[in-house]
């Protein structure tokens, strides 16, 4: 069984309301979603969009993760990891490949490291002060060049539990820019001792390359 882009959109229509909108669903109610579902309207759901615009950074060229490679807290010969701009969560960081291939194009090799620098990332991320979870993301609909997310999420806030805590990240103030890079140091610094490579960050708390 197969389904077309415009066999998807028409389903979702056959479900919309009179206002040609949908309602909200069981989602809404979780104590993790940040808004009150009370006169919650949800968008317009949009046609499909066929053949898809054309994501950033395609060619090597034009990729900002390309040009930018010297810039990170850490990296070895393959891989780099980036500090994120502050944001609502005590620290998030980006993983990167050397190499310019989209995460489905990881060869075997690559992608067996990958693996291990992820587990060890967020087994690092969980023993900050203060961090209850490790968050691993990859969506890849806005960048070509393979990239993964790790974020702590802070201890006690519930709310920000699970899928919907990536919701929370802008609309909560940001963390004081020290603070996370003080634990990009403490991550930089674990990563060398498990896998070598190099620090980039500096000690004196500024990261080379903070960026979102």
Known sequence: ???????????????????????????????????????????????????EPERRGVAAADCSTCSSWDRGIWRNERFRVSLMDPSGVPVEVLLTIREHVDFTELGDGDAAEQGQLLVHLARLVEHLPYVARAHVDRWGDGSYH?????????????????TLGVLWWDILPAVPAELAAGYARTLARGLCERFGGEVLIEDDGDPDGAHR
């Open 146 to 162: 393979s990239h993964v997310f790790v974020s702590g999420r802070p201890e006690g806030q519930l709310q920000l539990r699970g």
């Open 1 to 51: 069984m197969e389904l077309t882009p415009t066999q998807y959109y028409e389903r979702v229509l056959a479900h919309v309301g009179p206002d040609g909108r949908l309602g909200p669903q069981e989602t809404a109610a979780w104590t993790t979603f940040p808004y009150e579902p009370e006169n919650l309207r949800v968008r317009v759901f949009d046609p499909p969009v066929v053949p």
